[in-house]
T-cell receptor, first 114, second 117 residues
């Protein structure tokens, strides 16, 4: 089955700096790679996603890059703000998963200090 | 956008009782509903996948007789934790999928915090 590795597990940056979170996946059949932000006690919130036929996608301060050959994808947050502090999860969908379910990385706890 | 309404948001129950969690897709038809469990400071772990009108497919290690999933309609899926025990205390999250086989359509509910005492 799919295995998604995520690094780092914790990340602390100063307000205004950039934050980068990286994930690798094992299943070459994976075709959809979303990133979620989860605040304490709440469900995951989709912040950006990318499909396997695209190498990069950007939405204001957030961008995601995908390298299919190397099987890794990254989340980039620029000009970080304290409200960006949360746990971020990467995920991958694959035909090898039941119903194309998402497999999640272990999460990155991001802290943005003023 | 697509919304999945999940209730209750939190529940406390006595050991040995059953608890039902509901997820409703409000403005789309969820052909597939995924159920996840998340322990504190851990990732989301897939418990089961259900398609409307079919039996759920459970992940290895998840007891199907303990976690009953019903997906009787395209807008409603329920998870019933039967004979709950303290070790079942967790955060349960549903996700409605449409066209997941084409790589899109995962809308998450807000989660249910279950505490078994």
């Amino acid at each position: 089955g799919e295995n998604v590795e995520q690094h780092p597990s914790t990340l602390s940056v100063q307000e205004g700096d950039s934050a980068v979170i990286k994930c690798t996946y094992s299943d070459s059949a994976s075709n959809y790679f979303p990133w979620y932000k989860q605040e304490l006690g709440k469900g995951p919130q989709l912040i950006i996603d990318i499909r396997s036929n695209v190498g990069e996608k950007k939405d204001q301060r957030i961008a995601v890059t995908l390298n299919k050959t190397a099987k890794h994808f990254s989340l980039h947050i620029t000009e970080t703000q304290p409200e960006d502090s949360a746990v971020y999860f990467c995920a991958a969908s694959s035909s090898s998963n039941s119903g194309y379910a998402l497999n999640f990385g272990k999460g990155t706890s991001l802290l943005v200090t003023p | 956008g697509a919304v999945v309404s999940q209730h209750p948001s939190w529940v406390i129950c006595k050991s040995g009782t059953s608890v039902k969690i509901e997820c409703r897709s409000l403005d789309f038809q969820a052909t597939t509903m995924f159920w996840y469990r998340q322990f504190p400071k851990q990732s989301l772990m897939l418990m089961a996948t259900s398609n409307e009108g079919s039996k759920a497919t459970y992940e290895q290690g998840v007891e199907k007789d303990k976690f009953l999933i019903n997906h009787a309609s395209l807008t409603l899926s329920t998870l019933t934790v039967t004979s709950a025990h303290p070790e079942d205390s967790s955060f349960y999250i549903c996700s409605g999928g449409t066209g997941a086989d084409r790589g899109y359509g995962y809308t998450f509910g807000s989660g249910t915090r279950l505490t078994v005492v």
